[in-house]
């Protein structure tokens, strides 16, 4: 079955630092992958997606690239800030509206 | 435009008690989705409407769970009885029900069973 593994918390990083959260897939056909932030409190928001292979997600300096060959959809940002500290979930959808998402990873920022 | 809103916030109950989440989902939106989030386990999906009917609930926990969707704008989950380990943080979702559409959550409900 689809499945998502991403890269295990917490992460802890100072402010300025680059970040990179790792995201592999499993899946049968061609999902769209997702990656969710959750703030504290707050249920989960979506961060950026991308739905085929090799587009590129981006939204509030974060990034993603959809690697089929590679099947991840690692998540970057050239430079955190203190108010990025979420937990970060990775996820994919296939065609059947069946969502699968990650264990999540915490990221803390430290000013 | 308002997104998932669900309803109470906050819910503390004791032991034995008849608990009911409400979930109102975006206008517009045919697919419906319950999940339970914990420290052990991560999130879970409970059950997934879509059209009002539910799809799939081999997410629900056992016997004590029970949800229902009267009508497009409206959706319960219940837990009768409620025990201690059924405290969690409890999301609704919705989407446009379309193939790989992102869902959208609300704020979701803390559960704590004394």
């Known amino acids: 079955g689809n499945s998502v593994t991403q890269m295990e918390g917490p992460v802890t990083l100072s402010e300025e630092a680059f970040l990179t959260i790792n995201c592999t897939y499993t899946?049968?056909?061609?999902?769209?992958l997702f990656w969710y932030v959750q703030y504290p409190g707050e249920g989960l928001q979506l961060l950026l997606k991308a739905t085929k292979a090799d587009d590129k997600g981006s939204n509030k300096g974060f990034e993603a690239t959809y690697r089929k060959e590679t099947t991840s959809f690692h998540l970057e940002k050239g430079s955190v800030q203190v108010s990025d500290s979420a937990v970060y979930f990775c996820?994919?959808?296939?065609?059947?509206?069946?969502?699968?998402f990650g264990a999540g990873t915490r990221l803390t920022v430290k000013p | 435009d308002a997104g998932v809103i669900q309803s109470p916030r906050h819910e503390v109950t004791e032991m034995g008690q008849e608990v009911t989440l409400r979930c109102k989902p975006i206008s517009g939106h045919n697919s419906l989705f319950w999940y339970r989030q914990t420290m052990m386990r991560g999130l879970e999906l409970l059950i997934y409407?879509?059209?009002?009917?539910?799809?799939?609930d081999s997410g629900m926990p056992e016997d004590r769970f029970s949800a229902k969707m009267p009508n497009a704008s409206f959706s319960t989950l219940k837990i009768q009885p409620s025990e201690p380990r059924d405290s969690a943080v409890y999301f609704c979702?919705?989407?446009?029900?379309?193939?790989?559409?992102?869902?959208?959550f609300g704020p979701g409900t803390r559960l704590t069973v004394l």
């Open positions: 409407f879509n059209n009002n009917v539910p799809i799939d």
């Open positions: 979702a919705s989407n446009q029900g379309v193939g790989t559409d992102t869902q959208y």
């Open positions: 899946a049968t056909g061609y999902p769209s």
């Open positions: 996820a994919l959808s296939d065609n059947n509206n069946d969502m699968r």
